[in-house]
């Protein structure tokens, strides 16, 4: 007599063939993830090194973490199933070694992460020796770069390589964000306040910045190059 799957074995196969096909799409996400210039993951100063250096010790925990729980959760249903109405699962309340696991191992990850996003801040907001200075302003919808010597340009900011760059923000009418992405982090040109970041680049070359704060209808006008 010819066996045919019961219901509850199709469902089965359908849940595994689910967590397969999301799997295989979790996995190939990354590699689409990983775009070219002006990606943050391809740092091309000092500043922009200790920020995506952050970002994948951050991910390969949250990678580890998220193995740990999902195959923990697997396990458990597999493990744990029930195999009729009067099974009871095991339990593991006033488990203390339990208790404690899940409790020190979470603190330890958040103060390592501490201690390491303190260091990449202290390297950043370090003030470099002898930088270059230049004045950016906000307008909409352009940036107005000034440099010591009374010249101006716009969208448009020339820079020598190997020497820190250290940048003047201000805006004259609505707050924007100054970031190029592989040279640094984002800060704010806000309105009657100066707020000051700066960058070294490693290697000649032109960087594409933008304004990270939307800024009104022509806020997509607001590119600029770094050369």
Same mark, same amino acid.
């Given at each position: ?55 994948? &010790?951050?991910?390969?925990? #949250?990678?580890?973490?998220? *193995?740990? $729980?999902? %195959?923990?959760?697997? +396990?458990?249903?597999? /493990? @744990? ?42 390297? &950043?907001?370090?003030?470099? #020796?002898?930088?270059?200075? *230049?004045? $950016?302003? %906000?307008?909409?919808? +352009?940036?107005?770069? /000034? @440099? ?56 000649? %070359? ?22």
């Amino acid at each position: 007599m010819e066996h045919k799957p019961s219901i509850v074995q199709l469902r089965s196969a359908q849940r595994w063939i689910a967590i397969v096909v999301g799997l295989l799409t979790v996995l190939a996400i990354p590699a689409r993830a990983l775009a070219g210039p002006p990606s943050p993951l391809l740092p091309e100063s000092p500043n922009a090194t200790q920020i995506s250096g952050l970002f994948f &010790i951050v991910l390969a925990i #949250a990678l580890v973490v998220f *193995v740990v $729980v999902e %195959g923990l959760l697997v +396990f458990a249903v597999v /493990r @744990y199933r029930r195999k009729n109405d009067d099974d009871l699962p095991e339990q593991i309340h006033g488990n203390n070694t339990l208790e404690a696991m899940w409790t020190i191992i979470p603190t330890g990850i958040m103060v390592a992460l501490f201690f390491l996003t303190l260091n990449a801040l202290t390297a &950043i907001q370090t003030e470099p #020796a002898n930088p270059m200075t *230049v004045k $950016v302003i %906000g307008h909409q919808w +352009f940036w107005e770069i /000034r @440099y010591d010597t009374g010249v101006i340009t716009n969208n448009e900011l020339r820079v020598p390589v190997g020497r820190p760059v250290e940048v003047e923000l201000q805006s004259i009418d609505v707050i924007h964000s100054f970031w190029v992405p592989q040279l640094g982090g984002k800060m704010d040109a806000i309105p009657g306040h100066i707020n000051t970041t700066w960058f070294t680049a490693n290697d000649a %070359g032109t960087y594409v910045g933008q304004c990270a704060e939307f800024c009104g209808l022509q806020h997509y006008a607001m590119l600029f190059d770094v050369i």
